[in-house]
């Protein structure tokens, strides 16, 4: 939030209508050109700005899973996300995920029983997830937690890059059970700040 | 000023590589996700060695191996199948053999009980060391259980009095496969 908080000025009196319009032109082009002039103006302004805390997040439009090593081998991917915040000192913000849908069509992975799973790694700013996390359709779960008092970018108490990122890995089941065939879901990351 | 240009227009496009797929900046993102599940298959035999015992009398040596498979086929016009091929003969020489057996007849042959979804072989299969042979077979859109399905092949070995008397071994390569 910007806020112009006091205005003072001092200039010399000028004749009023284009005349005056025209004299101020020449003395401003004069103040310009020759800074010595002994006709000077001051001009203060105070200027106050707010930031609130405030994050932002982004992620590919899509990523896959693939099979990998042997047969019935769990399908694995990663998904970059980048992430821009600021946080007030004795505020804090997160980001989380969730999944919007189950897979589709049926007869494949289910995220509702537990197949999708996720690990979090190193993160550019905050504390990423530890351990597996479970993705859920019903609620969120933790990626990355933002102390107060950081931000992104600029280093120091703020990230070295910007925008921050974490690559989280996910591990889906593969069951003999599920039906061939192309199956897909939406997640969401969510930030929010306090 | 034309090298700037050319410059400005480089970075452009190396940015809207690096951006490709990236979605703006926002309080969420949304992705998708995608997985394709293909056909699959794989084997495990449950015993490390399978013994055939015979006698007395010349009666001949019988035994069972046991094993574990998981399969899922495509539907539509998926396949699978379950094959044996003796990949190495008896040895030592002197006792029975699948490829050249002391006297014609001789075989090493097995039945097939192979639980759902696979339909067992059919009656009695030879084996042989050339051709791999029958053991089970899948139709479209079979899945076994997620912690497998259960199969046996009933081995017997002819006894001939034309072996001599020692301990025999061979080896048999199980396959498994689907389309």
């Known amino acids: ?194 | 000023m034309r090298h700037l240009t050319t410059f400005l227009v480089l970075a452009g496009m190396l940015l809207f590589a690096l951006n490709a797929g990236a979605q703006p900046f926002g309080p969420t993102g949304t992705t998708t996700i995608n997985v394709t599940v293909a056909a699959e298959a794989s084997l495990y035999i449950n015993d490390s060695s399978t013994s055939l015992t015979g006698g007395p009398l010349f009666a001949d040596y019988t035994g069972t191996t046991n094993f574990t498979y998981k399969i899922r086929t495509s539907q539509g016009s998926g396949t699978g199948t379950i094959t044996s091929l003796v990949t190495a003969d008896f040895s030592p020489p002197g006792g029975p053999s699948v490829a050249n057996p002391p006297t014609p007849g001789n075989t090493l042959a097995y039945t097939c009980n192979v639980s759902a979804p696979a339909t067992s072989c059919s009656g009695s299969q030879t084996s042989s060391t050339t051709v791999a042979q029958p053991v089970a077979s899948f139709g479209s859109n079979a899945r076994s259980a997620r912690p497998g399905n259960s199969g046996q092949v009933n081995w017997t070995l002819t006894n001939d009095p034309q072996y001599q008397t020692n301990s025999y071994s061979a080896t048999v390569t199980f396959t498994v496969s689907a389309t």
Do not use: E, W
């Not at chain 1, 693939?66 to 769990?74: H, I, L, P, V």
């Not at chain 1, 070295?160 to 879901?185: E, H, R």
């Open chain 1, 1 to 194: 939030m910007l806020k112009s908080s006091k205005l003072l000025s001092h200039q010399s009196p000028a004749r009023s209508g284009r005349a005056g319009l025209s004299a101020l032109v020449f003395l401003a082009g004069f103040a310009l050109a020759a800074p010595a002039s002994a006709d000077t103006g001051t001009a203060t302004q105070n200027v106050s700005v707010v930031l609130n805390s405030a994050g932002k997040v982004s992620v590919p439009a899509g990523f896959s899973l693939a099979a990998t090593g042997t047969t019935f081998n769990a399908y694995l991917g990663a998904l970059t996300v980048s992430y821009r915040f600021r946080t007030a000192p004795s505020g804090s913000g997160s980001i989380t995920l969730r999944a919007g849908a189950d897979f589709s069509p049926g007869g494949g992975p289910a995220i509702s029983s537990g197949a999708l799973l996720y690990t979090c790694g190193g993160a550019g700013l905050g504390t990423p997830c530890s351990g597996a996390q479970t993705v859920s359709t019903a609620s969120s779960t933790g990626v990355v937690q933002i102390p107060g008092g950081v931000c992104t970018g600029g280093g120091g108490s703020c990230s070295v890059s910007d925008p921050a990122t974490v690559q989280l890995q996910f591990t889906l089941d593969n069951s003999p059970q599920f039906q061939t065939g192309g199956y897909s879901s939406s997640l969401t990351v969510t930030v929010s700040t306090l």
